[in-house]
């Protein structure tokens, strides 16, 4: 009938408005590829999560810091995010030089990427943040746990 | 069986060396393989896989040196290099040095209570830069080592004499390993180890020399296709073995080595069935030119119920050709005759184990994992040594019948962020062997086992604190007969030690402790 069809259709207009505010916060993570794209429609910071599959606090990382509400906002508003993994084997062009992986034994080595960006007083350990002007030079580098009040502070206070 | 950085050390005898001569200083991390590996190593791995991954030459210290002595008298040397050679190459060297000459008689029997040792390894890996980032590791590791047990008057000058009784044992051991990327689009590796294996021991006035060489190959291509991981590869292993026993001479008794070629295929497919489900199926194809064909296919189902839940079931068979004399030493020593029931078949293995993993996270940064196993492991043609028969002779054979080894196994890990850590495990067990219908705890196997480390970090004091320890539930101990008067079981029995390390200056740790022994 008409008026059930209505009823329906504001429903689900109604829906799709009020819906996504009741979602929990997405943290979208980008490419180093999709960077230079982005940083022409909007110059950010980029935020660099350098972590490996066998590294424990960069999986508790993962799955409580990154997910936690605010830090997923600021992120998402105030960053481009990428999650690099150190032992990545596939070649990746940043800013016209290609960083390869350097391979030290079968199935384990490390990316230049993750040396050039993570290494802290000669030592490359993980988790690894580290935060990019749009210039691409690296203005803040911190290795080991972070906790989501911890990592807020040090996004608010770069990106002032 | 132990990789190092994924290059296997392919040899029986020196199965017992495969984590030494490696300072601690140049490992990154290791990593253990679970369940039966034989698919892709063979026989070696039909336990699983230990592979100690070295640091990556950025971050180990270009020198560090770890010196340590007890109160019982050992001392221990560890050294650890790093350093470019030229801009192509980088080079790891571990050097380690073990001294204990301490004799110890606590139960007055004027026997020594534990064995003296003096040991030296050298370990060198070399990593090559290559084009289009293809690997080639170079290690070497050469150790020597002198160890014996005996009367406590023993010295040198009685060695393999009658006058005073002393086992004294010689190792002389050198390995070199590699791995080759091949120059072609796809991923091709050559792996390979080449070892040199000599002992030159005396149990009193018998003397067991013995010498190891061993030169193995294996190539592999590693080849992703849609839903599919494809591993194929060819192996070829060679054995010399030379000894002095009867173990290596003809029907004439005259000295025959024993030349044993093993070449090999072998073909994996890892299958990505569906999101959170993986199905391995492995299977290789040995020829022993003395045993005949080997046959060891593998199963493994990997189900993640999601990103901290997952179940896996293994299945597999695995392959052992013993050597008695080299892996039994009650074989050579003590005062009972060996008797070799004819020809030793090889042992063969049948396992299946199941295994979930759970990882928790807080969001305060702490974490529990939990890791819970169920084994079994069904055995044919175990070697046994039977000390029961005669108490005058240790009698070898194949079992008549089947071994059974099974369990579960608890493993928990609590992290919490300020500084407070528990690793927790325990296994149960049941280690039997059925003959003729009967059906016993095997000797010398403990039914419950524990292990834990308890540590603790006081940051403004820059002191950590490390309680380790394990405990073993008592054993089946071979008596001599029934007028033996010593117990038949082992007591309850566990090792403990409590360290303390300080690490406030800046490029020295200090470190303290109290063991028992």
């Known amino acids: 009938m008409v008026g059930l069809n209505n009823i329906v259709r504001w429903a689900i207009v109604l829906g799709s408005i009020l819906l996504p505010g009741f979602c929990l916060a997405q943290l979208k993570a980008h490419s180093f590829e999709e960077i230079e794209g982005l940083q022409k429609t909007a110059r950010r910071h980029l935020v660099v999560f350098v972590y490996t599959n066998w590294c424990r606090y960069c999986d508790a990382m993962k799955t409580t810091v990154f997910k936690n509400e605010a830090v997923a906002r600021t992120l998402n508003e105030d960053y481009y995010f990428v999650q690099l993994n150190a032992e990545e084997k596939k070649d990746i062009l940043l800013n016209n030089h290609r960083f390869k992986y350097k391979p030290n034994g079968r199935n384990t080595g490390v990316h230049e990427l993750a040396t050039a960006l993570a290494t802290i007083d000669g030592k490359l350990t993980y988790p690894a943040l580290v935060i990019l002007n749009a210039k691409l030079e690296i203005v803040f580098q911190y290795s080991g746990w972070l906790n989501h009040k911890e990592l807020g502070t040090v996004l608010r206070t770069v990106s002032e | ?517």
């Open chain 2, 1 to 517: 069986m132990v990789l190092i950085d994924g290059m296997p050390i392919v040899s029986s005898l020196g199965s017992v060396y495969g984590l030494s001569g490696i300072p601690n200083s140049l490992v990154e991390r290791i990593e253990i393989v679970k369940g039966p590996a034989s698919s892709l190593y063979g026989s070696e791995a039909v336990g699983g896989l230990i592979n100690i991954i070295t640091q990556k030459p950025q971050n180990a210290s270009r020198i560090s040196a770890d010196l340590m002595s007890t109160t019982w008298g050992e001392y221990n040397a560890d050294l650890g290099f790093s350093l470019n050679a030229g801009s192509k190459a980088s080079v790891l060297t571990g050097i380690n040095y073990f001294n204990f000459q301490n004799r110890i008689d606590r139960n007055k029997d004027d026997f020594t209570d534990v064995t003296l040792q003096h040991r030296i390894s050298v370990f060198q890996k070399w990593n090559f830069e290559r084009k289009e980032s293809r690997l080639f590791s170079l290690a070497g590791r050469y150790m020597y080592e002198d160890r014996w047990g005996g009367d406590m008057r023993w010295d040198k000058r009685y060695r393999g004499g009658d006058e005073i009784y002393g086992e004294s044992i010689y190792t002389n051991r050198a390995e070199i390993l590699g791995n080759y990327q091949l120059p072609f689009n796809e991923k091709i590796f050559l792996s390979f180890s080449l070892i040199n294996h000599d002992q030159d021991s005396r149990y009193g006035t018998t003397s067991y020399i013995a010498n190891q060489k061993i030169a193995f190959g294996q190539l592999v291509w590693d080849k992703k296709w849609g839903r599919h991981d494809w591993l194929a590869g060819t192996a070829l292993r060679y054995t010399y073995y030379d000894d002095n026993t009867p173990g290596t001479a003809n029907a004439g008794g005259l000295n025959q080595p024993e030349k044993t070629w093993l070449p090999g295929v072998f073909l994996q497919d890892e299958i990505t069935l569906a999101a959170k489900h993986k199905l391995l199926l492995g299977f290789r194809y040995d020829h022993n030119n003395i045993h005949g064909s080997i046959y060891t296919p593998r199963m493994a189902y990997k189900w993640s119920l999601n990103d901290n839940n997952i179940i896996r079931l293994n299945a597999g068979t695995g392959f052992r050709v013993v050597n008695l004399f080299t892996e039994d030493h009650a074989a050579l020593t003590g005062a009972r005759d060996v008797i070799v029931e004819g020809d030793l078949k090889p042992e063969r293995s049948y396992n299946a184990n199941l295994n979930f993993v759970r990882k928790m996270h807080f969001s305060s940064g702490a974490f529990i994992g939990l890791d819970v196993t169920a084994f079994y492991t069904w055995f044919t043609n175990r070697i046994v040594p039977d000390y029961e028969t005669n108490v005058n002779q240790i009698i070898y054979g194949n079992l008549n019948g089947h071994a059974i080894s099974k369990g579960i196994s608890l493993n928990t890990d609590i992290n919490f962020i300020n500084g407070l850590k528990f690793i927790i495990g325990g296994t149960i067990m049941e280690n039997t062997l059925t003959e003729n219908g009967q059906t016993q705890q095997q000797m010398l196997t403990e039914k419950f086992t524990g292990t834990w480390a308890v540590s603790y970090k006081i940051r403004p004091l820059k002191l950590s604190l490390d309680y380790t320890g394990n405990v073993y539930s008592p054993m089946r101990l071979p008596l001599l007969g029934d007028l033996d008067p010593r117990s038949p079981e082992s007591p309850w029995w566990s090792i403990q030690n409590i360290q303390f390390t300080y690490d406030g200056f800046k490029k020295v740790e200090l470190y303290a402790g109290v063991k028992t022994c």
